[in-house]
């Protein structure tokens, strides 16, 4: 009994000493953002390496879940005769919900394993140090620059990922349940606010970008330095980030949607 | 001798239970090359991190340049590392950088100069090692010898006033070796560098050191030229110079008697 609560007490402080890490490790990378300004490029390149990459599984995602959110939503609203309203459940699922949801899910596995394994085996072959003895910060050079641009391409991957779903959706529903489209398009444009939809969508994938990548950074860096190590860290980000998106999810919909 | 570029004194490092230096006190002198000899695994690595600031003494001051390395703030530490290169084991060239960005990192990240400039610079430090023809190759297309030698004009691109070099020999071919050896000898003189070389190779070091330290189980044991050395009376040295696997440091680990071992009943 005492042996198990010993090593709960471990897990505990272990964990509680971890997350401690993680904040101090955002605050250092925080602070290297106002020197990213006049070296913009940095960050492009990193807004292309988790951004333009991901762009294929993002796409092709958003279509298949916009085509199949328009057959689900059919069955259901053809019992009303409301089949006119297919474009209105189908955007707004994927504006709200599922655009960034689904987005930060596909970015966590696509770009956060990559930058995880990126920043670990940085460490592993003493890159990060060999930078630290050429008195350049690693966290304000490498980490800031990722960080950055994780927090930019999030909300723009989120917004294709909506955009082509809404095309998948019309194709499915116009093109294969003969909706009518007229109905379809102007429906929902007259039923999706710019505020009370797109921007809490946009908002969502914003702090979901931010979370993902943070952890995907904080991982790589606080990995063990062997392959093993990193191998693990990789797994972690996948597991940690896609669990931090749904509980954060269940939070930011309940403070934007709750009181409706 | 000339006056200490790195004075150490009373060095106690220890990494959980396992002491690693204890007492330890060394001048590394200006200008010159000091080879830093022990076997595997006392440390040698520790001690140019403990020179260059990334780890702290527990007990003791490291100096250089007459600073206390540990009590310097992050800035101060960073001025400091200028004027310091680091060559790495394996080089740690940034992979995702060709040849010659890798040698232009540290003056475009350090340096206000404008590209044509650093063009330059970068091919001189390039030619000094004999790559000035390899500056499009990424790292991943070098051999083991190559990139040290990268990694060393990267070193030395900011025109430091000291080198480490951290087992600059190892797992090296005949020729490389033989080259990396003249490299760091003559970069030493023509730079006047104060290069600080780790290594535990004995006859490649003793060839080319001004000054050599030996370490064994945290502390100094011996210290002096590389005549001085050979000339030592010390069993424990001797034996690491002319590489004898028995001696004072016993190939056996600590075991009990090897017959009663055998004829004990209750073997595992």
Avoid at chain 1, 60 to 70: H, I, P, Q
């Amino acid at each position: 009994m005492m042996d198990f609560l010993q090593r709960l007490g471990a897990t505990a402080l272990g964990v509680t000493e971890r997350i401690g890490r993680g904040h101090l490790f955002l605050l250092y990378v925080l602070g290297g953002f106002p020197g990213l300004l006049p070296r913009f490029g940095l960050v492009i390149k990193q807004i292309y390496a988790s951004g333009v990459l991901s762009l294929l599984i993002i796409a092709v995602s958003g279509l298949f879940v916009g085509m199949v959110l328009a057959l689900q939503g059919y069955n259901t609203l053809v019992d009303f005769g409301a089949t006119e309203s297919l474009g209105v459940v189908v955007a707004l699922s994927l504006v709200r919900e599922l655009g960034p949801v689904v987005g930060a899910l596909l970015f966590a596995g696509r770009a956060g394993s990559a930058l995880t394994a990126e920043i670990g085996l940085m460490k592993a072959t003493e890159q990060l140090s060999a930078m630290e003895m050429m008195a350049v910060n690693p966290l304000h050079r490498v980490v800031a620059p990722r960080l950055l641009g994780g927090i930019i391409a999030m909300p723009l991957l989120a917004a294709i990922l909506s955009a082509v779903g809404i095309i998948g959706g019309y194709l499915v529903a116009v093109g294969l349940l003969g909706v009518d489209e007229g109905a379809f398009w102007s429906q929902m444009q007259a039923k999706v606010d710019l505020f009370d939809d797109v921007a809490s969508g946009v908002i969502k994938s914003v702090v979901f970008g931010f979370v993902v990548t943070w952890i995907a950074l904080f991982e790589g860096y606080d990995a063990v330095p062997t392959s093993e190590g990193v191998s693990r860290a990789t797994t972690r980000t996948v597991v940690h980030a896609s669990l931090a998106v749904l509980a954060l999810n269940f939070i930011l919909t309940a403070l934007m949607f709750g009181d409706d | 001798m000339p006056e200490a570029w790195v004075r150490i004194r009373g060095l106690r490092y220890a990494r959980g239970e396992q002491v690693i230096f204890e007492g330890v006190d060394m001048d590394i002198p200006r200008g010159r090359l000091t080879a830093i000899m022990g076997p595997s695994g006392t440390g040698k690595t520790t001690l140019l991190r403990l020179i260059g600031g990334q780890l702290h003494a527990d007990a003791g001051t490291v100096e250089v340049a007459g600073e206390n390395v540990a009590a310097l703030r992050s800035k101060a530490l960073y001025r400091l590392r200028k004027r310091m290169g680091m060559l790495f084991q394996n080089g740690a060239l940034l992979t995702d950088l060709s040849v010659f960005d890798n040698v232009a990192f540290p003056l475009r990240e350090h340096t206000r100069l404008p590209e044509r400039m650093i063009r330059d610079l970068v091919l001189m430090k390039l030619h000094a090692v004999g790559l000035r023809g390899a500056r499009e190759l990424m790292p991943a297309q070098l051999s083991g010898g190559m990139a040290r030698r990268v990694a060393l004009a990267r070193a030395i691109a900011l025109d430091p006033q000291m080198v480490l070099f951290d087992e600059p020999f190892t797992g090296q071919d005949p020729i490389s070796l033989g080259v990396l050896v003249s490299l760091l000898r003559s970069l030493t003189d023509a730079l006047g560098l104060t290069s600080v070389v780790v290594s535990h190779d004995v006859q490649e070091s003793l060839s080319i050191a001004d000054y050599v330290y030996v370490i064994s189980e945290g502390r100094v044991v011996e210290h002096g030229t590389p005549e001085a050395l050979r000339q030592s009376t010390s069993p424990w040295v001797q034996q690491f110079l002319q590489g004898q696997s028995d001696g004072p440091v016993p190939f056996h680990y600590p075991a009990p008697d090897y017959r009663a071992d055998l004829l004990a009943d209750d073997r595992p």
